[in-house]
């Protein structure tokens, strides 16, 4: 019984102890006692902790709790990197626009007139209204974050809006449509007076008395005298509806007003774009006159136009009025002459004139010989010299012996035929030409050394047809159905490019007189072809002057030459 009572006298100790360590903690009113003074710090300065020591946590005056900790943070505005995309906003949604590459922000910039909404996706960005709103003129930045794309649309209409969306980084810097102060001067309307004066000048108008007040409003760009300046004049009416007097429109002073009807005068007015809605009454001068109009009564002799003063009553001619005397025609002239009976203006031959010709032959002089000694033509020339030779058709078979060596016509045109040789270079450079791009077969791989060969015709600066060519060239080998053309010029030209290159004329293409196309054939000791005229059938040649006929070879195939390959032209020449 007594350990009994002994256990329960120490839990009432230990319970006592324990609310009495509570209670000292605290006053009546609930402030911290002076033992405890320690745990209130008003300046947060706090000991680090130690390990496995106890250590009192401070609350500051304002009741949070003292923790040690740095806080460091810089925030800047929105900045563009300079990179930038553009879309456009209608009455649907833009394009979807990439954001990729634009940086952690993105400026939309709205470059129309009208509210559009914007929004940001990943994938593809559709715009909606009622999202991101951009006033017109306006900007709104926002984070890219993990969007990738953006689209815009008219909040409210279907006009077309340019939205500019530029790159950069850092918090947004919005702003809405309008303009902005900016940081400007502001000028004193007029010499002396502000905004106050004129809003006070307002004001103090009397309603209902048809009160004005005067007031010059200037334009400054510094200093105290503008560089324009326009006295208005401001006042009330008996309705008190406030009104002003207009003295000026587009920096151009008005003159007075005037009455409904009455024509102000001389003075600058504004100008009017009217529509009629009613239809008006025109009513034409009962009693025209020739007066109507500008005023001024026409007059003809001093005399006013009139039934007996008609408009031709006075004309004029050799100074005297026309009349039955003096018709219009009395004065006419024929070579200088006055037209008459001795010089009518087209007299009229009706009967048959006697013409006399001393000059005209007679049956006499037809029989005459010193009148038939020579032969002329219509315009008196003598038919006997080569330059005015008779044109006359042979109807029989003339006879002709040709000259040794030669073949003749029956008109005795003289068959010649000679051999011009062309050696190329002593290279193996594969020719790989077609017919589009032929290429040149020459003497020099250098255009400026180039060789143009030539045969001579019968006659200098006279004719010869050339029906037909032959070609043989010394490959024994591989020129098998090469085509080749050969030109013929009266004169040598220049080329562009020397041997293998790109046949091309650099002068003397207006010498060209015929083009002779052959398909070479490969035999053992060669190849040979015969080339007959692109274009006719006996190509006329005529040099200007001497006997020269110049020629070249362009191949419109592939072939590997041998080095030093040779081109022997034979033509078929009618002299």
């Given at each position: 019984m007594r350990i009994r009572i002994i256990a329960w006298l120490a839990i009432a100790l230990l319970w006592a102890a324990g609310a009495q360590a509570q209670t000292n903690n605290a006053d009546q009113f609930g402030n911290p006692r002076a033992a405890d003074a320690a745990l209130v710090a008003s300046g947060c300065v706090v000991s680090a902790l130690t390990p496995g020591i106890a250590t009192s946590l401070r609350i500051g005056t304002d009741g949070g709790l003292c923790v040690d900790v740095t806080v460091s943070a810089s925030v800047t505005g929105f900045t563009s990197n300079g990179t930038f995309a553009t879309l456009t906003a209608t009455g649907s949604s833009s394009a979807s626009t990439s954001l990729s590459g634009l940086g952690t922000s993105v400026a939309f910039q709205n470059n129309g007139g009208a509210v559009v909404s914007c929004i940001m996706a990943t994938g593809t960005a559709t715009a909606t209204t009622n999202k991101i709103l951009v006033q017109p003129g306006g900007q709104v930045v926002r984070g890219v974050g993990t969007w990738d794309h953006a689209a815009c649309i008219d909040q409210a209409g279907s006009t077309s809006n340019l939205v500019v969306l530029a790159g950069g980084s850092g918090l947004g810097n919005d702003y809405g449509g309008g303009s902005g102060s900016g940081g400007e001067t502001n000028y004193a309307l007029e010499t002396g007076g502000n905004l106050a004066a004129l809003a006070g000048a307002i004001t103090s108008l009397t309603p209902g008395t048809n009160s004005t007040s005067a007031l010059t409003i200037g334009c400054y760009t510094g200093g105290s005298s503008p560089i324009f300046s326009q006295t208005v004049a401001i006042g009330c009416d008996n309705v008190a509806a406030v009104f002003t007097d207009i003295y000026g429109w587009a920096d151009t002073a008005l003159g007075a007003p005037s009455n409904y009807g009455t024509s102000p005068g001389a003075v600058e007015v504004p100008g009017v774009n009217a529509f009629v809605t009613n239809s008006p009454t025109v009513k034409l001068n009962t009693t025209p006159s020739l007066a109507n109009g500008n005023g001024v009564v026409p007059t003809q002799g001093g005399l006013v136009l009139s039934a007996s003063n008609g408009l031709f009553d006075n004309l004029l001619q050799s100074n005297a009025?026309?009349?039955?005397?003096?018709?219009?025609?009395?004065?006419?002239?024929?070579?200088?002459?006055?037209?008459?009976?001795?010089?009518?203006?087209?007299?009229?031959?009706?009967?048959?004139?006697?013409?006399?010709?001393?000059?005209?032959?007679?049956?006499?002089?037809?029989?005459?010989?010193?009148?038939?000694?020579?032969?002329?033509?219509?315009s008196g020339n003598v038919i006997a010299s080569t330059s005015n030779a008779l044109n006359t058709d042979v109807t029989n078979t003339v006879t002709t012996t040709p000259a040794s060596g030669t073949s003749a016509s029956p008109l005795s045109p003289t068959l010649t035929t000679t051999q011009s040789t062309l050696t190329r270079p002593a290279n193996t450079t594969a020719y790989a030409g077609t017919a589009s791009t032929p290429q040149l077969v020459a003497s020099s791989t250098t255009a400026g050394s180039v060789t143009v060969p030539s045969f001579a015709i019968a006659t200098s600066g006279g004719y010869a047809s050339i029906p037909r060519i032959t070609l043989n060239t010394s490959a024994t080998s591989g020129w098998g159905a090469v085509v080749l053309v050969v030109t013929l010029y009266t004169s040598a030209g220049t080329y562009t490019n020397g041997d293998g290159g790109t046949y091309a004329l650099a002068t003397g293409s207006a010498n060209l007189r015929a083009k002779y196309t052959c398909t070479l054939v490969q035999e053992g000791d060669g190849a040979n072809c015969a080339g007959v005229p692109q274009t006719g059938n006996a190509p006329v040649i005529h040099p200007a002057s001497g006997t020269s006929v110049y020629w070249d070879v362009q191949i419109q195939s592939s072939a590997t030459p041998i080095s030093g390959q040779t081109f022997v032209l034979t033509p078929e020449i009618w002299n």
């Open positions: 009025v026309l009349s039955a005397t003096n018709g219009i025609y009395t004065n006419l002239l024929q070579g200088n002459v006055v037209l008459s009976s001795g010089n009518p203006i087209f007299a009229s031959i009706t009967n048959t004139p006697a013409v006399t010709c001393s000059a005209c032959a007679t049956s006499a002089n037809q029989t005459n010989a010193s009148q038939k000694t020579q032969i002329v033509d219509g």
